[in-house]
Nanobody, 122 residues
Framework: QVQLVESGGGLVQPGGSLRLSCAAS????????MGWYRQAPGKQRELVAT???????NYANSVKGRVTISRDNAKNTVYLQMNSLKAEDTAVYYC????????????????WGQGTQVTVSS
């Protein structure tokens, strides 16, 4: 029901910056949390950052200080500004949203984007 469109991934040199965007669309859905996860080759998917509808933010220690997450509730869009990128940041980044259908607010739902590749390399 909910569609997530991710953009902004690509190739960047170490120390560079990248800004990811994820726009959620759909009806009868209220988003409570939006966030970004990533998965590098041979590694488990891990949390990067999340932001609630109320503005509470959580960052992974590995990106704290280099990454900023923000959202536009009116546009149902979440952004991930990444600075001082390192080779270790290379991964597929996935947008995630959690919320409820307004018709069944007792059932928590979870949606994932298709993923966008971020490659940090010289």
């Amino acid at each position: 029901q909910v569609q997530l469109v991710e953009s902004g991934g690509g190739l960047v040199q170490p120390g560079g910056s990248l800004r990811l965007s994820c726009a959620a669309s759909g009806s009868d859905f209220s988003i409570n949390v939006m966030g970004w996860y990533r998965q590098a080759p041979g590694k488990q998917r891990e949390l990067v950052a999340t932001i609630t509808s109320g503005g509470s933010i959580n960052y992974a220690n590995s990106v704290k200080g280099r990454v900023t997450i923000s959202r536009d509730n009116a546009k149902n869009t979440v952004y991930l500004q990444m600075n001082s990128l390192k080779a270790e940041d290379t991964a597929v980044y996935y947008c995630n949203v959690m919320g409820v259908k307004e018709s069944v607010p007792w059932a928590q739902l979870n949606y994932w984007g298709q993923g966008t590749q971020v490659t940090v390399s010289s």
